[in-house]
């Protein structure tokens, strides 16, 4: 079964990879941000904005509230989508380090977006946040390319490598 140390790691994974993409991201400029491309969010703004938003939403249940929607905030341009990540992020941080072994295995009940309601053990929401976040990234990956800009590899293997 899960333990605290493999959590931890994942989620140190899962920074360093948004990091690595929120600075490909930057690095296609400005305009690429948020011209229309399709995908499932139009846009890489609109993309990094889900992601953020699902991360901050789980959050908000794993401190026992459910929000109703994602977050209306001032994220129209790269710099304030940066700056709320860092808010969140650490607030993730400071919740992932700060959880007790069993607390691994404790109830999360929580509502859905359309208000229905789940109660799952906390490992599986958090395995489910850096699994959501992988499969976005690779969106973004998809994005860049069709924009002509380069991405950064995400890989597990390479973050492993790196340390």
Same mark, same amino acid.
């Given at each position: 079964m899960l333990v605290l140390d493999e959590v931890k790691e994942l989620y140190a994974y899962n920074r360093w990879a948004n990091q690595r993409t929120l600075s490909a991201v930057q690095s296609a400029g400005s305009e690429a941000f948020s011209k229309r491309v399709g995908g499932s969010f139009d846009t890489l703004g609109g #993309? %990094? $904005?889900h992601m953020l938003g699902a991360e901050w939403i789980w959050l908000e249940r794993w401190l026992g509230r459910s929000p109703s929607g994602f977050p209306d905030w001032d994220a129209a341009t790269f710099e304030a989508l940066v700056e709320r990540w860092r808010d969140v992020e650490s607030a993730q941080r400071?919740?992932?380090e700060g959880i007790e072994p069993d607390g691994l295995y404790r109830m999360v009940a929580y509502r859905n977006l359309a208000g229905t309601e789940y109660v799952s053990e906390l490992w599986m /929401? /958090? $395995?489910h946040v850096v699994?959501?976040?992988t499969y976005h990234r690779g969106q973004v990956t #998809? %994005? /860049?390319r069709m924009l002509g800009a380069e991405?950064?590899?995400t890989d597990l293997v390479l973050w492993y490598r790196s340390r």
């Open positions: #993309t %990094l $904005r400071d919740f992932v /929401l /958090l $395995r699994n959501h976040a #998809t %994005l /860049l991405p950064q590899s």
